[in-house]
């Protein structure tokens, strides 16, 4: 009864987050969807452009997670001033770290001519890259501003501020994309343009709600532009670092993967961004969790109410399995009836984003009980050892697996992913062990 009663809880903190990680993952899958209507090169194009997007934004997510661990922790002690002071140093953190990426990004926008691409992807991905780098800084702040609602267990009415921003993106992609209600047709350009409007919109939301709503008075900045905090801006850092890190290594090395995938040809990059599609829309589930498991464990670490963390450890890991499995069901079943979903006309694409899909249903298992194990270490504030679990699982072993695989034993791009399956197997069992072998305390 006591796993049942913990299993409720998280289920009922988890379900808006794990719809509300969807939503943001559909922002993604519209763009997909509506691209691949241009043909294989724009798509090929959109896929090249997200996966040099993904690096700085999955690292923003992962430094961005010190929100939660630190207002969890101060809700639960019920110390408000402290979570004031997080929510504002975790929003000039998101700043900070948006216009950085952009203008690194700006600086470097030539390297999309130096990847072994198709030369007519890389040209055809130049300004839309440039365009969602900018939105990375809406997006940082949202994040922040979303992480710092969701951990006062506030979920909802952010929830619908993001699905609200999805079905924005969905709009603007139907009037930029194809050139609907008297806008030009700027194509690939088009969804670009959407998604950084759509960003900023979902912030503006996420301020004008934080001013309106007089429950969340006590708990957000009076004054938003106050000099910042150097001690709880180290504290900030010195957990988002590192869980910014082990997020990087794992999406980092998906992102590797698509790159040297994409040396056998833009058909082949074509599928594997159909693949990522689907299987990080799967992935949102274990992440809600993992991230309502974050909150759960730091808001008992917050009321020193620790004693029974292990039914805690063992609902987070039976939900997770429980919903990967069904994941992982829907794409071995499936696979062929989801790839076509996206693109009809380019069978070798089908065949293997299907395959693609296959290994996808198959490391759903793993990945989501790391991504669980990591979230309840997060929760604990114990980041770094983690993040070193993940960089040698998923680069010293998963990577050159992989590559092996592919050109070595002549299995083609799917060996690269079967490689990073076995990475994401070996990080899930060093991780369960060392969350289970915590020392807890009293």
Sequence with gaps: MTLYRESKTILFLATPLIIGQMGQMLLGMVDTVMIAKLGVTELAALTLANNLFFVPFVFGIGILTCISVKTSISHGAGDAEQARSVCRNGVYLGLIIGILFFLITALTSDVLNHLKQDPIVAERAHTFYLTIMASLIPAMLGIGLKNHADSLNRVWSAFWISIGGVLLNVLLNWIFIFGNLGAPELK??????????????????????????????????YRWFRKLDTVEMKSLIKIGIPSGLQMLTEVGAFVMAGIIIGSFGKEALAAQNIAMVCAGLAFMVPLGLAIALTMRVGAKVGQRSTANLHQTYLSGWMLT??????????????????????????????????????????????DGQQVASIGMLRGLQDTTIPAIVCLISYWIIGLPFGCWLAYRQDVGPVGIWWGLAVGLTVASIILGFRLWRKPVIE
Excluded: H, N, Y
Aim: aromatic content about 12%.
């Design 188 to 221: 690939l350009e088009g969804a670009g343009l959407a998604t950084l409007i759509s960003r900023i919109a979902i912030v503006v939301a996420m301020l004008i709600w934080f001013a309106k709503d007089s429950s969340l008075a006590e708990w957000t900045p």
């Design 321 to 366: 399995l429980f919903f990967s499995c069904i994941s992982a069901l829907i794409f071995l079943l499936f696979g062929e009836q989801i790839a076509s979903s996206f693109i009809d006309d380019a069978p070798s694409v089908i065949a293997l984003a299907s395959s693609f899909l296959i290994v996808a249903g198959i490391f759903q298992i793993v």
